[in-house]
């Protein structure tokens, strides 16, 4: 059973940071896309970053380029969404998921954590 679990999420004053934790589990991952979307109250889950577990390529909203950083750990079955420069409009419950395309259409991801909120105070 393919679980993923996100961890990390908490609030932080603007110009923060915070890193967020996804421990995947129960298949091989190799060859899939790990994603980042999140979703505030009253909006569409919205693309934020992805990174290839094979390869580490990453890809970024541009909302989030520069400040945010995500990166994989092959060992521990881990990815991870460094988050620097908080902003409050960052404010949203976190997700990680895995498809098997570099994409960013949340509808093509097969797997999906419970998520973790990520509140950013002005």
């Known amino acids: 059973q393919v679980q993923l679990v996100e961890s990390g999420g908490g609030l932080v004053q603007a110009g923060g940071s915070l890193r967020l934790s996804c421990a995947a589990s129960?298949?091989?991952?190799?060859?899939?896309?790990m994603g980042w979307f999140r979703q505030a109250p009253g909006n569409e889950r919205e693309f934020v970053a992805a990174i290839t577990w094979s390869f580490g390529n990453t890809y970024y909203a541009d909302s989030v380029k520069g400040r945010f950083t995500s990166s994989r750990d092959n060992a521990k079955n881990t990815v991870y969404l460094q988050m620097n420069s908080l902003k409050p409009e960052d404010t949203a419950v976190y997700y990680c998921?895995?498809?098997?395309?570099?994409?960013?259409?949340?509808?093509?991801?097969?797997?999906w954590g419970q998520g973790t909120q990520v509140t950013v105070s002005s």
């Open positions: 998921a895995a498809g098997n395309a570099l994409t960013t259409s949340a509808a093509r991801y097969d797997y």
């Open positions: 129960g298949r091989t991952f190799s060859g899939y896309t």
